[in-house]
């Protein structure tokens, strides 16, 4: 579980600037959560993409927004992500002269037989194996390493004071 703080300072400083009611202040916190839920979605599968070397689309479809909580802490933004490994075939393997081609990802030896990537065990016919790319070890190093950085707090905080003025828009 990655878990990433918003300092009650910068919170306090957004909301002593605009003076808003408390009902304007829950109802823009929970559209920022919503908003930083999806801005929080877009980052890590553009950055998984990159750091996996596959497809954004391959990401996306491995990944869901489960629920916005309230929690004794605060809020949680669950994030679930299927990092079981990924048959080559779905990365649009293609068939080359040493074996296949999946994207940057070679299999020497491998061959495409029934919708699958198969390479032989051994000199024998069989056994064979399904070719399957690893993602779950370089997944979990870039999803920790975001915790790392103040980009999720100042987007948070941007946002926030976004959606008070919006808020208090009539009251101005």
């Not at 030896?109 to 029934?114: L, N, P, Q, T």
């Not at 198969?118 to 390493?145: C, F, H, N, T, W």
Request: hydrophobic share 40%; net charge positive.
């Amino acid at each position: 579980m990655i878990e990433m703080q918003i300092s009650m300072l910068g919170l306090q400083d957004v909301i002593n600037t605009l003076d808003p009611t408390d009902k304007h202040v829950e109802k823009a916190l929970n559209r920022t959560l919503g908003r930083m839920a999806k801005w929080l979605q877009t980052r890590t599968v553009k950055g998984l993409s990159g750091e996996l070397a596959i497809a954004q689309k391959i990401v996306r479809r491995r990944m869901r927004k489960t629920s916005i909580e309230r929690t004794s802490a605060g809020f949680a933004i669950k994030l679930w992500y299927g990092l079981n490994d990924i048959a080559l075939i779905h990365l649009n393997a293609r068939k080359t002269r040493r074996g296949v081609t999946a994207g940057v990802h070679k299999r020497d030896g491998a061959f495409i037989a029934k919708g699958q990537v198969y390479k032989r065990q051994g000199k024998a016919r069989l056994p064979i194996e399904v070719q399957m790319l690893e993602i779950k070890a370089k997944a979990d190093a870039y999803l920790e390493s975001m915790t790392h950085g103040t980009a999720f707090e100042d987007q948070f905080l941007k946002t926030l004071e976004h959606e008070l003025k919006w808020q208090m828009r009539y009251l101005v």
